[in-house]
């Protein structure tokens, strides 16, 4: 046996635990969004296979060309053909400019088409592939409220709620309805859907289902401060009677879950425990939508009616004012408006002068008066 040199040795050796090393890794890797359990985040990941498949078709074939033009036109090739006068060849501007174009237009056409058929809102119409959805199904809702930092949700149908834990019936169309309280955020479980935004004092829709039993991540995909990390929920999806069980037993919880209850509920908190609630109040979603969850505080619908009624016949919009504390601007009548003076009213003729050499022409600026020595500085109207 020949002896070979150090390096050639010494590769094999490194080169087998690496491999080992990455294979066992790998080995641990989930691509749940690839590997989705619910219909409409299946649909969305053939989306990307579709959208990544249709792309290659032009990425391939260039790479490939690159390659293959470098090796066969490299320097040390005297039998390759040199046509330095070639400038136009019609097939291949067909070719070059067709092929785009037609990719183009297919991703163009499967982006709409899908944009149209997964639109959050838009209730489903399977809830399998094979497996239409009836004609009179009805989606079981669930209000999502995104808090800092964790995640309050409340089924108005079973009247219970949770937090950092939600519980769906496999193959039931569900329809949430998700806000925040605060500041702006997302709702993510990768297996059952898309991201979907939430903002205060306003509501957004998500229209899913899952089709696989099991235990799912749920996130948080915007950055929301300080306990944004501890911002997950897990996602169990069981059958029909496990529902059921699970809400009897959320029903037998004794805290309420109240308007003083969220108030306490709302306040900043980090990597919260999973909670439970027994009761809802059933308008307490509506009041965190519109924003008047604390005692005293006008919803926003009751100050868009104050703003449609006719002047005069309403109250101030600040219902929390003092008796007696003056009206705004915009509720005054035109002559309760008075006049104050301002750094741009008209003040009558300029200081300029017509002399040659007047120190009033030195200062035009009628904001800024010419200041005579001596003379008092006073307020300007």
């Known amino acids: 046996m020949k002896n070979r040199p150090l390096a050639s040795w010494r590769r094999p050796r490194l080169a087998a635990p690496f491999a080992v090393a990455a294979a066992a890794l790998l080995s641990g890797c989930d691509m749940v969004v690839m590997n989705p359990a619910g219909d409409v985040a299946r649909q969305q990941a053939d989306l990307i296979l579709w959208s990544t498949a249709l792309m290659l078709l032009i990425i391939i074939p260039v790479m490939a060309l690159t390659v293959l033009f470098a090796w066969k036109y490299r320097a040390t090739n005297e039998d390759a053909e040199y046509a330095p006068n070639w400038d136009h060849s019609t097939g291949l501007e067909l070719v070059i400019w067709a092929?785009?174009?037609?990719?183009?237009?297919?991703?163009?056409?499967?982006?709409?088409?899908s944009t149209h058929l997964l639109d959050p809102y838009r209730q489903l119409g399977r809830l399998a592939p094979g497996k239409p959805l009836p004609a009179n199904d009805k989606p079981m809702e669930v209000q999502v409220v995104a808090l800092d930092w964790k995640w309050l949700f409340i089924y108005p149908e079973q009247g219970i709620?949770?937090?950092?834990?939600?519980?769906?019936?496999?193959?039931?169309?569900v329809r949430f309805r998700m806000t925040s309280s605060s500041v702006m955020n997302t709702f993510y479980v990768p297996t059952m859907a898309g991201m979907i935004y939430t903002m205060p004092g306003?509501?957004?829709?998500?229209?899913?289902?899952?089709?696989?039993?099991?235990?799912?991540?749920?996130?948080?995909?915007?950055?929301?401060?300080?306990g944004f990390s501890g911002m997950?929920?897990?996602?169990?999806?069981?059958?029909?009677?496990?529902?059921?069980?699970?809400a009897e037993q959320t029903r037998a919880a004794r805290m309420p879950l109240s308007n003083a209850n969220y108030l306490k509920l709302e306040r900043p908190s980090e990597n919260v425990q999973p909670m439970r609630?027994?009761?809802?109040?059933?308008?307490?979603?509506?009041?965190?939508?519109?924003?008047?969850?604390?005692?005293g505080e006008p919803c926003m619908s009751d100050n868009m009616r104050h703003d449609m009624a006719e002047p005069g016949?309403?109250?101030?919009?600040n219902d929390r004012a003092p008796v007696g504390t003056p009206k705004g601007a915009l509720l005054k009548e035109r002559?309760?408006?008075?006049?104050?003076?301002?750094?741009?009213?008209?003040?009558?003729?300029?200081?300029?002068?017509?002399?040659?050499?007047?120190?009033?022409?030195?200062?035009?600026?009628?904001?800024?008066?010419?200041?005579?020595p001596g003379a008092t500085v006073t307020a300007q109207g």
């Open 99 to 113: 092929a785009p174009l037609m990719i183009v237009i297919s991703l163009g056409a499967l982006t709409w088409v």
């Open 161 to 173: 709620a949770t937090v950092n834990q939600l519980v769906l019936p496999v193959n039931r169309q």
């Open 202 to 226: 306003m509501e957004t829709k998500l229209h899913a289902v899952i089709n696989k039993p099991g235990r799912y991540e749920g996130m948080s995909a915007n950055y929301s401060g300080a």
């Open 232 to 246: 997950r929920f897990w996602t169990y999806a069981v059958d029909d009677a496990g529902f059921a069980r699970w």
């Open 277 to 295: 609630f027994g009761t809802v109040d059933p308008a307490l979603f509506r009041r965190i939508t519109e924003m008047c969850t604390k005692p």
């Open 313 to 317: 016949t309403h109250a101030p919009v």
């Open 335 to 372: 002559d309760e408006k008075g006049s104050a003076p301002h750094m741009s009213a008209p003040r009558g003729p300029a200081d300029g002068t017509n002399q040659r050499g007047a120190q009033n022409n030195r200062n035009m600026t009628r904001l800024e008066p010419v200041r005579r």
